[in-house]
């Protein structure tokens, strides 16, 4: 069994009472607090904690499904392990922990960290599948290949999971920032139509239909950089982008994923805690457990 917490230090500060076994959680979350390639603010490092300490004064029960929804899977939190030094051993280390929890059976949400992380959880997952999706909420399109000479940069980190051949769709929501150096590849892989941009400047066409067409069928990996929200939402982010996302909107994408498509893994990245912006941790751990709620409550409740 791996390394778990004490209830006390994982989501929502349970009892030893109220909490599940490792045996009987259906998720498993795994801090991963990845620092290595950040080009503005700082503070990645710090999201797990911070994300689970806010987790205390979540209201565990859920006016979307009627009920404590997280009695319905149960969870447990693994220690943060020691990250390793580089960026490839710690992309190696990260594959071989979230190997570990869907070898157990369990749905893995990576809580980190910067979105770098997001190449090395999804290997697992083309492992397993020959056909994967993806859907990405993020400000920046992430597809370049080397970034400031780096090619496991957090700015390259869609381009690494699109080095997967397994990832045959991949749908990016949010997005508001994408480079010059970006734009060959982009136009190369949308007329293959296997990436698919919903840029915010188009927010009044997007459709939930549009957006989840192409991942239809599919198992889904869901990566989620919180600079996918508006700056006035979430400012505690490496490069907090103005004209994002708002919550409302976001949750009806995220319930809506759970209802129609098959949810099989998940990560939370670039949380930069700052003194004083509780809020922000705050909104990450809530989004935790709508991201847990919509995989594993989301299709039974709409058939209600």
């Excluded at 959680?25 to 991963?32: C, D, K, Q």
């Excluded at 447990?76 to 960026?87: G, M, R």
């Excluded at 922990?97 to 959880?121: D, Q, R, S």
């Excluded at 993806?134 to 699109?162: I, K, N, P, T, Y």
């Amino acid at each position: 069994m791996l390394p778990c917490k004490p209830p006390e230090e994982s989501l929502f500060a349970l009892t030893a009472d109220e909490a599940s076994s490792f045996d009987e959680a259906r998720a498993v979350l795994i801090p991963f607090g990845l620092e290595k390639s950040v080009s503005y603010e700082e503070g990645t490092a710090q999201a797990p904690r911070a994300i689970l300490e806010a987790s205390s004064e979540l209201e565990p029960f859920d006016e979307e499904y009627w009920c404590e929804a997280w009695r319905r899977y149960g969870f447990v939190t693994l220690h943060e392990p020691p990250i390793a030094d580089s960026l490839p051993a710690a992309l190696n280390q990260l594959d071989g922990i979230v190997e570990a929890v869907l070898a157990a059976g369990k749905f893995p949400l990576t809580l980190g960290g910067e979105h770098t992380l997001t190449a090395g959880a999804i290997r697992p997952f083309a492992r397993r599948y020959p056909r994967l999706g993806v859907l990405h909420f993020d400000a920046h399109a992430d597809l370049r290949d080397s970034f400031r000479g780096e090619r496991h940069s957090h700015a390259c980190a869609l381009r690494r999971v699109l080095d997967n051949p397994e990832v045959t769709q991949l749908v990016s929501v949010g997005i508001r920032n994408i480079s010059a150096d970006e734009i060959p590849f982009f136009d190369s892989e949308s007329r293959s139509e296997r990436l698919h941009i919903f840029f915010t400047k188009d927010r009044a066409r997007w459709s939930l239909e549009d957006i989840l067409r192409p991942l239809e069928g599919l198992p889904v990996y869901l990566t989620f950089d919180v600079d996918g929200f508006d700056s006035s939402l979430m400012p505690a982010t490496g490069t907090p982008e103005p004209g994002g996302l708002l919550w409302d909107e976001t949750i009806a994408i995220i319930r809506a994923a759970g209802e129609r498509l098959n949810l099989v893994g998940a990560d939370i990245v670039e949380l930069a805690p700052r003194p004083g912006l509780h809020a922000c941790d705050f909104l990450a751990a809530k989004l935790a457990y709508k991201i847990l709620s919509a995989a594993f409550l989301a299709r039974a409740s709409r058939s209600v």
